[in-house]
């Protein structure tokens, strides 16, 4: 018998004989989304059911174990704002916190609020089908458990399914290879060892700035660079440390009026309007400052028209040219298919000052692909190279990729997949129709996956737990989006999109991951109106009684 037969028929034995356990409602996954739709829910009064793949709490936070993983929002503007307890007890150490802390973190909100008790752990859903007779969605899990519930709320996170390459022989590697969202919980010693990295986007330059300093000789194999910019990280001295405790709902009020929910605002300023001293002013001063400012709080049109952005794009060019002393290398380092800023930018700590080290390597696989994998390293179409172990920073099926991992099934035997296989189409981007009662917090066509993540996953589950106390409150036992609201939101969303310089590049904000067979092409998947403008969506739709949907 296999183990994964033994485990499941373990499960089912302590399950008493395959029982269907029954709940008000049952939510997938157990990241910041999940645990705080668990808490919201829970003080409703419902009973809930969290099932999640790992053996944890945290989501991207459990997963991503890799050296250097850590925030690029501020820690402060990062954590849960819910509760003002919480907000006193916990003290983030550094400006951008690293993974094991905020890892520590979530299991400190676990602890505090006593979610753990109503998780399940090590089990991954594989099934959801809605049944319309009894109006409950049934699940069933990778280790037999079933379990039915009037709500299913899906909290599987917009960067969770993780993405191999495809290369011949891969499974013949000797050495030790891993994606950086699979990382071993063990520590790994990388000291005088030769490793290689595949992949240089924001994930790839976190591991690769860390482990140039770790490994006797690192091979980076870039096929697209991306435009990065310095995190100018450091600890929170005490003094800042009573600063913020001190002003936690003025940065959250301030994170709630940004598009992006950072704490950054732009500057009302058109970058036509001054002059090349005060243009360069700025730049210079966001460059030198903590986080994304230079994203997203430079002149207010650099991040809305390709012409706007010229002179930003050349000022970080230069500033990647003046840090790598080998100008060949330097300009393989420098995007030209794209300006600065029309992907998510990766923030780095001496990322570009890694690539002047003796003991690292650039490997541009345009110029000279990766052909296969070999049991003692990687064959490019130019010559073959030896590693002790194998980094695949290749990314994640973005947004919707871990929802199509599920197999649900709407209430007229449609498949969400088969739904959306050209593209999304939502309502709020928080229901599908077809699929009543079926939540997707931080799902396709929200506000969120664009965002300081967290403040835009306290506004989605406030909302869905609104919503479901208004119908427990009403009496009511389904809830769909209208055809016609579905359609509305969609070309919302599309619109908004078409104006956006986020979809005229290929990333996982515009739907791409070149590793995924059917993401080779962009699709609307975001909403790029801001954060503010799909609040007030929202929020309008809830004062309306609900007025898009159908309510039953
Ligand atoms: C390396 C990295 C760094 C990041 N840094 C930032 C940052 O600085 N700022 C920011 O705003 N965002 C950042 N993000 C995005 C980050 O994903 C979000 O901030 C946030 O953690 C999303 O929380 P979530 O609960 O929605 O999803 P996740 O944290 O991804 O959690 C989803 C959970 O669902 C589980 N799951 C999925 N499918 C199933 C299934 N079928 N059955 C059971 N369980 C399932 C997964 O195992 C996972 O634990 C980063 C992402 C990565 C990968």
Known sequence: MTSTKQNRNAQNASNSNNVTQEYDAIIIGAGMAGMYQLYKLKKAGLSVRVFETGSGVGGTWYWNRYPGCKFDSESYSYGYSFSEELLDEWQWSEHFARQPETEKYLNFVADKFDLRKDMEFNNKIEDAKYDKESKRWNIETDQGIKASATFLITAVGPLSAHVMPSYKGMESFEGGSWHTARWPKEKVDFTGKRVA???????????????????????????????????????????????????????????????GCFIHSPDERSVFEVTPEERDELYEKLYADKGFGIWVASFFDTQMTEEANVSRT????????????????????????????????????????????????????????????????????????????????????????????????????????????DGPLTYLGIQSSGFPNLFTLVGPHNAATLCNIPRCIEQNVEWVTDAIEHMRSEGLSEIEPKLESENRWTQEVITMGEMSPFMKVNSWLSGVNSNVKDKQTRSFQVYVGGAPAYREHCEEEAASGYAGFELS
């Open 197 to 259: 990295v595949i992949g240089t986007g924001a994930t790839g330059v976190q591991v690769i700035q860390e482990m140039a300093l770790m490994a006797e000789h690192l091979t980076v194999f870039q096929r697209n660079p991306n435009w990065c910019a310095p995190l100018n990280n450091d600890l929170i001295t005490d003094e800042e440390q009573k600063e913020i405790r001190a002003s936690y709902p003025e940065i959250f009020k301030k994170c709630n009026e940004t598009n």
């Open 314 to 421: 050349e000022f970080i060019a230069k500033k990647i040219r003046a840090r790598v002393k080998d100008p060949k290398l330097a300009e393989k380092l420098i995007p030209k298919d794209h300006g600065f800023g029309t992907k998510r930018v990766p923030l780095e700590t001496d990322y570009y000052e890694a690539y002047n080290r003796d003991n690292v390597l650039l490997v541009d696989i345009r110029e000279t692909p990766i052909e296969e994998v070999l049991p003692k390293g990687i064959k490019t179409s130019d010559k073959e190279y030896d590693f002790d172990y194998i980094i695949y920073a290749t990314g994640f099926d973005p947004v919707t990729g871990s929802l199509n991992r599920i197999n649900i099934t709407g209430k007229n035997d449609v498949k969400l997949k088969d739904k959306w296989a």
